[in-house]
Structure formats: C-alpha cells, structure tokens
C-alpha cells in the first residue's frame, strides 16, 4: 500500500464518491436482495428503507430481519446484531490515526462499512490530512444513498423484478462475493498479501468442506493474519 501524499486534482467530496463508484456494482444489487427478503418477512416498504438507513449494516440486517421474522426475543437480536458488526472493534483503531480528532467523525462512522473501510484505508494515507473528511464524506454518502436506494427498489418493485426475470433470483447471491472479490484482487500485486489471500481462502474452502462452515471465516481470517505477519516480520528479519 502506498503511503505518498499525493495531491488532489478535484475536490475531496468528488474524489471520495469518484472512488467509490466501483462499489455500486455490489452495493446495490445485495440491498435489492434486502429489500426484496424484508418484505417477504413481513416488513412494510417503509420499515424496510428504515432499516437499511439507520441500522446500515449489511449482512446483520438480513439476519435482523430473519430473526424478527421467526420471533426471536429482542435481547438476543440485539446481541446477535452486535456480534456480527464486532468487526468494526478491529477497523475502528485502523482508522484512528487519519481522524485528526476532529469531532465529525463521530457521526461519519455510520458510514463505516467493510467495503468503505477496505477503500479508505487504501486511500486516506494518500491524501493530504485536510482532504481526508471531506473524501471518506463523499465515499460514504454515496455508498450509504446506494444501499438505501438498492433496498427500496427491492422493497417496491423486487417482487416484480424477479417474475419478470427469473435468473435475478440465481445472480443476486453472487453480488456480495463479488464484490469483496473486487476489493481483494488488488491487493495481490505482492507475494505478501497473494500468499496471506490464498492462505485465508484455502482455510475457509478446506473448512467449509469439511463440514464446519460457521467457523470457516473467522478461522480464515485469523490464518490469513498469522500468515501475513509471519511473512511480514521474516521479510524484516531477513531485510527482503
């Protein structure tokens, strides 16, 4: 990852949504998906947006959704909720240092998803210190508009979309894959990250067949953080 300032040519709100343009690519197709499985839980379409504008996260919302659904007490929604979003107690501290305490972050944070934190860690320290709000501002606004725009598209007319076509009903599961697919190939452009990608997807593959796809990610995930900082802290050991 490149750590050179470099300067911007436009403004870091153009910058910012300029950047994230690719993301809509997956954003809004899972958000449809969203829209369309809320209101076949029961949801209204305007319970549906809401839950897409204020609870914004992602895969914890189609299991907000199913366990509601299915009656769960609320405590144990929560908490499920929360459990699945615990990522963010990892991308918080990953950010920090580009936060210049400046008190509006606080607020912007509701636009800190996966692909927005992949996006601006990549980016936020190759932007001057006083560009940096004004980009990750624009990225997220665009990517939170998106999925709220993708849920109330499916909330409204995904019912009709996919008796009219069919084969969305068979695509619509690829778009988050692929999407982190997108996020991820970039970084293979060394054999330290190529290595510590292909570790964490031979761990969750090997797992999954195996019979054990619950602890697939996480334990592919922490293999893959063992690989990289084994491989990082040899490459320092032996000056390569």
């Keep these: 990852m ?39 839980s029961g949801f209204s379409v305007l319970e549906t947006i809401l839950i897409s504008t204020f609870i914004y996260a992602g895969a914890s919302q189609f299991l907000f959704v199913a366990m509601v659904a299915s009656g769960a007490p609320l405590w144990l929604v929560v908490v499920m909720t929360l459990l699945i979003n615990a990522r963010h107690v990892v991308y918080g501290p990953n950010i920090a240092p580009y936060l210049n305490k400046d008190s509006r972050w606080v607020l912007l944070m509701h636009g800190l998803t996966d692909q ?29 508009f998106s999925w709220i725009g993708g849920t109330a598209l499916g909330a409204i007319a995904g019912g009709e979309l996919t008796q009219r076509w ?26 330290l990250w190529a290595l510590t990608i292909a570790a964490s997807a031979i761990g969750a593959l090997t797992l999954k ?27 320092i050991a032996t000056g390569y």
């Excluded at 996006?119 to 990225?139: C, F, K, N, V």
Aim: aromatic residues 10%; hydrophobic residues 55%; positive net charge.
């Design 116 to 144: 927005i934190f992949a996006l601006a860690h990549a980016r936020l320290p190759q932007l001057p210190s006083e560009a940096r709000i004004g980009w990750y501002t624009g990225a997220a606004v665009l990517a939170w």
């Design 166 to 191: 069919p084969m969305i009903n068979d695509i619509l599961p690829f778009a988050l894959p692929a999407l982190f697919l997108v996020l991820i190939i970039p970084r293979c452009n060394n054999p």
């Design 2 to 40: 490149s750590t050179t300032i470099q300067p911007l040519f436009r403004s870091p709100w153009v910058q910012g949504i300029k950047d994230a343009i690719p993301l809509l690519g997956g954003y809004i197709p899972v958000a449809i998906s969203f829209g369309l499985i809320s209101m076949q």
């Design 209 to 235: 067949v195996l019979g054990f796809p619950n602890i697939a990610i996480p334990a592919a995930a922490i293999c893959g953080a063992v690989v990289f900082y084994v491989l990082k802290n040899q490459r």
